[in-house]
Nanobody
Framework: QVELVESGGGSVQSGGSLRLSCAVS???????????VGWFRRGTGKERVALAR???????RYADSVKGRFTISQDAAKTSLYLQMNNLKDEDTAMYFC????????????????????WGQGTQVNVSS
């Protein structure tokens, strides 16, 4: 199993910043094995979409909608995942989730919700003008 717990959501004004955190653990999650973890969000009435992903070696991929504003990172122990969100816009309002792909696998072309089988419970981000 892989367990993920998000934190750091909240309310912020347009143009502001937030940093989301995700604690990653579980019997199948091994920091020395290949893995792929990422951040997704789901707006009201919308589907869950990928924002950013990172693998064990730090290779990243971003959605065009957040490129240059959001940064995904992980700590040295590979037990925490972060999403630094700058210049937030009203349309960034959503429930944000961290997720993990199957342990032991690299990201490769995986960048959709269907490619990630382990999910946190989500943390709400509200951006207002």
């Amino acid at each position: 199993q892989v367990e993920l717990v998000e934190s750091g959501g909240g309310s912020v004004q347009s143009g502001g910043s937030l940093r989301l955190s995700c604690a990653v653990s579980g019997s199948r999650y091994k920091a020395y094995n290949p893995y792929c973890v990422g951040w997704f969000r789901r707006g009201t009435g919308k589907e869950r979409v990928a924002l950013a992903r990172i693998d064990r070696d730090g290779y990243t991929r971003y959605a065009d909608s957040v490129k240059g504003r959001f940064t995904i990172s992980q700590d040295a122990a590979k037990t925490s995942l972060y999403l630094q969100m700058n210049n937030l816009k009203d349309e960034d309002t959503a429930m944000y989730f961290c997720a993990s792909g199957e342990p032991g696998l690299w990201c490769r072309d995986r960048f959709s919700a269907a490619d990630f089988g382990y999910w946190g419970q989500g943390t709400q981000v509200n951006v207002s003008s």
